[in-house]
């Protein structure tokens, strides 16, 4: 993230741009020398406008928050009055009172909207239509609009995503000729993969503001809880055929969105409606979009206090300048930027309008969520026996989303509902155990990602249904009724005391978190040698699990213990020096059960015919959490002779009939049997089944064969989408019953999957059932009944041997968005430690 001295920088950088503009504020049609909608804008010459804007209109500030992955510049435009902007950290100020985050009494009844553009980059008409609404807002000659700045203070993001715009409008440029083809099979309706939806990781950035694995979404929401603004609107585009949709939203709604959130955004979209009706213009409201899942562009802010709204424009990555419809009509790139510059403009004046409502509700809805917070858990209780480093990292998730917490200072009784079995239970709360009170500003948001079981109105919904922090970050947790004081602000802990050894043998650090996988990669990048345990063992008095790095001495040249130490101290580990290899129980640090860690060479592939998500994931995992060297292998030209080089191989879900069709397997399955290890995740699972050699099958129903021969179940066209989510598992949590022995489990005894597939793999008859969903394993989210009955006694991560390597398959992608925590321990597991000491098998 950013400091504050880096918006700083980027204004002085800009400056020299401001003064080389004109002193009057132009038109984007003057300034740019084109008319909006002639062409697509690229991202510098937006940045340009809104600078000049900025320099040129007294009702704008400009402040930039940070930047992208590939160094472009993200910022805001601040509009209103001149007056309002004299006294715009008043304003700010105010409204975090009103929230309840500052003390005092709030002043005055400015409304707040934020305007947030191309979230997706290839939803490319965001961005040019925030120019036109920025310039007509920062108009001093325009009088509508300087009514409504008034009592409102506009916020406009003009470019969320600017690495993947850039990605698809300089693609768009290559691709068109002198003159725009609209027909729909023309090159230029047919962006390449991986497409410029996502951002340089292939992230979509309009799921990541509950996780913020995103540098762009850190970076945004930081500035975002600084303001917390009344409404908020996430611009975007949907298919070419379709028209045009505003707010109302789609059920299901979360129960917690109130009935003012529920009302106001009805009402914005009357005001809508009357400008589309003037102008013939098709839309429509009520469908498709719900408001459910937290990681949205509306959904977030509504959790947060806003009225959150999404705006979808027909046209997407598709469109183009212009394109013909299913209808015969021509969509052109001007006639969407006037519908979002309408919903956008309609947006700001029913909020003015409304200002002395709106911010009298916004202040109500904090108000009861300190004083009367929904849902019946009042109490959050983590306890303080988790792993120190998932609890730590737990933490900073909340501080991250505005979330306040505490620690406990005594011990007392309570009951509550019990992560671990989904029951009620009787518990104690300790010394040291997080707690996280309902009765805070950010109340709804912290029901919303700790509650176990959200509440799903209906079970046709956009996204996952799923997503409890406690279960993503595997801790033993409690939510309870009772309404328990959070305590400290710092946890308790004594600092466990550390051996005095002069010249350790050996240093050990446990195995059971993701900085313990990210010190081990920083070990491996510097050349550090060291080991690891692969049964339990006792030193000292101490017992040590499973996977517990032995970091010896032996191997080891140069600065050994400032490498180690000061390694150790980056990533937060507990170092524990042993004068000797021999242990009290268990095997020697020379043992062949404590093999040596070989620093694997990694590869992934990267093509079409695979998801540029789960690509993105792997890719993103590696370069910017782990700091580990991973190649991507690109298909078009990968022979199976290339990865002589790496000793892993991964495979994201995907399809690999092109990639290795049947000629290619044999070479496969011969790296393999050489060493290589080969990580299947999701669709590539799928791909192996059947295959020769390997041991993956997916699991036969019971009755499946008298049901091929029954009656096919009557089908009614205007429920088909009901009928056909009953095979489906769109996002739900499961609990996945560890063989923690086996080193693909190493330091996970307690793990919970995020299943988004039905797929049903029976137990591997050749290999390590690692991980498997046993009957009545659904723990929270919906899953289609049909689904649920399969989902019984079936495959979740398993290894098999196959010579002197592996094939690891994970049913489910333990990396997906990025944020189950201890999905990332798993995969870890899967690149370090698996097959370090597999004997050969043929």
């Known amino acids: 993230m950013k400091s504050r001295s880096f918006s700083f920088l980027l204004v002085l950088a800009l400056l020299p741009l401001a003064a080389q503009a004109q002193d009057r504020l132009l038109s984007p049609a003057e300034f740019l020398g084109y008319a909006l909608g002639e062409r697509f804008t690229p991202h510098h010459r937006v940045v340009d406008y809104v600078t000049h804007v900025a320099a040129a209109s007294p009702n704008v500030r400009l402040e930039p928050y940070g930047e992208t992955y590939e160094g472009r510049p993200l910022l805001t435009a601040f509009v209103t009055t001149p007056g309002n902007l004299g006294r715009l950290e008043t304003i700010r100020e105010d409204n975090l009172r009103r929230a309840g985050l500052l003390p005092g009494e709030p002043a005055g009844e400015t409304a707040l909207v934020w305007l947030s553009y191309n979230v997706h980059g290839n939803e490319s008409v965001s961005t040019e239509a925030a120019m036109a609404t920025l310039y007509a807002l920062a108009n001093p000659a325009d009088a509508h609009t300087q009514r409504w700045l008034e009592n409102a203070v506009v916020v406009i993001d003009p470019c969320i995503n ?16 002198r003159a725009p083809n609209a027909r729909p099979a023309a090159w230029e309706h047919h962006e390449p993969w991986p497409g410029g939806r996502t951002n340089h990781y292939y992230f979509d950035l309009n799921r990541d503001w509950a996780w913020m694995t995103q540098q762009e979404t850190q970076q945004r929401l930081a500035l975002y809880n600084r303001w917390l603004p009344h409404v908020h609107v996430d611009f975007h585009e949907q298919g070419v055929d379709e028209p045009y949709y505003f707010a109302p939203a789609a059920e299901p709604f979360h129960e917690s969105i109130t009935a003012f959130q529920r009302d106001f955004q009805t ?12 102008e013939g213009w098709l839309y429509f409201t009520r469908q498709r979009f719900d408001l459910f899942y937290p990681g949205y562009g509306d959904t977030w802010p509504t959790f947060n206090g806003a009225v959150g709204m999404t705006y979808e424009q027909g046209g997407s990555g598709r469109a183009g300048l212009a394109i013909r419809t299913a209808e015969g009509d021509t969509l052109t790139l001007a006639e969407r930027i006037a519908h979002h510059h309408t919903t956008g403009l309609s947006t700001v004046e029913t909020m003015a309008q409304n200002h002395r409502r709106v911010v009298a509700q916004f202040a109500d809805y904090f108000a009861q969520a300190r004083t009367a917070p929904p849902g019946d858990y009042k109490t959050y209780v983590v306890k303080g026996e988790n792993a120190p480093d998932r609890l730590d990292a737990l933490a900073r998730h909340l501080d991250a989303q505005g979330i306040a917490y505490g620690y406990a200072e005594a011990r007392r009784q309570a009951r509550g509902f019990a992560y671990a079995t989904g029951r009620a239970e009787g518990f104690t709360v300790a010394p040291g155990d997080l707690l996280v009170s309902a009765y805070q500003p950010k109340s709804v948001l912290a029901k919303v990602l700790l509650e176990p079981r959200s509440v799903l ?25 009772e309404r328990l ?31 313990d996988a990210r010190f081990l990669a920083a070990l491996l990048e510097q050349g550090i040698k060291l080991r690891f345990a692969e049964q339990p063992f006792e030193v000292n008095g101490r017992t040590y699990a499973e996977g517990t790095l032995i970091i010896t001495r032996k191997g080891n040249a140069g600065d050994f213990d400032t490498t180690v130490r000061e390694t150790a101290a980056q990533f937060g580990q507990a170092l524990v020096p042993v004068e000797s290899g021999i242990v009290t129980r268990g095997a020697d640090f020379g043992s062949s059960d404590v093999p040596f860690l070989a620093r694997p060479e990694v590869a992934v592939l990267a093509s079409e015919e695979i998801s ?18 991973i190649t991507l292998l690109p298909t078009d030209d990968f022979e199976i002779a290339d990865l002589t080089l790496f000793d892993v191989l991964i495979l994201p879900s995907g399809a690999y009939d092109k990639i290795f069709p049947d000629e290619k397997l044999p070479a496969l399955k011969e790296w393999i049997r050489g060493g290589g290890r080969l990580i299947a995740m999701e669709r590539a699972v799928s791909f192996f089944e059947g295959k020769e050699g390997f041991a993956v099958k997916k699991k036969k129903a019971e009755g499946e064969a008298a049901d091929s021969l029954a009656a096919p179940r009557q089908r009614r066209y205007g429920e088909r989408e009901r009928q056909e989510i009953s095979d489906e598992v769109p996002g739900s949590i499961f609990r996945v019953e560890m063989d923690a022995t086996h080193p693909l489990g190493f330091g996970l005894d307690r793990y919970f999957t995020l299943k988004r597939n039905d797929n049903a793999f029976a137990f591997l008859d050749d290999g390590w059932n690692v991980g498997v969903l046993r009957t009545d394993s659904h723990v929270s989210g919906f899953t289609g009944y049909r689904a649920r009955a399969a989902l019984q006694d079936v495959l979740a991560f398993g290894v098999q041997e196959m010579g002197r390597g592996e094939v690891v398959y994970l049913v489910d992608d333990p990396l997906f968005r990025g944020f189950w925590y201890t999905g990332k321990l798993l995969f870890a597991n899967a690149v370090f430690l698996v097959g370090q000491s597999t004997p050969a098998r043929y």
Do not use: C, K, M
């Not at 600017?162 to 000729?177: H, I, L, M, S, T």
């Not at 802990?493 to 550390?498: F, K, L, V, W």
């Not at 010249?503 to 978190?513: G, H, I, K, Q, T």
């Open 162 to 177: 600017p690495d993947g715009r850039e990605r698809y409008v300089q693609w768009y440029r290559q691709a068109r000729g």
């Open 267 to 278: 009402e914005i979209g009357a005001n809508h409606a009357r400008y589309f009706d003037a």
């Open 457 to 481: 109105a209906d079970s046709v919904t956009y996204d996952i249904t799923a997503w409890a922090l406690p279960y993503a970050y595997g801790l033993d947790a409690f939510a309870t009724t």
């Open 485 to 515: 004081a959070p305590g400290a602000p710092t946890p308790p802990r004594d600092a466990a005391p550390t051996p005095s050894v002069a010249r350790p043998y050996a240093y050990l650090v446990e195995w059971n978190s993701l900085d």
């Open 612 to 629: 540029s998500y789960a690509l993105g994931e792997v890719w993103h995992f590696f370069d910017q959490v782990l700091h580990y060297p």
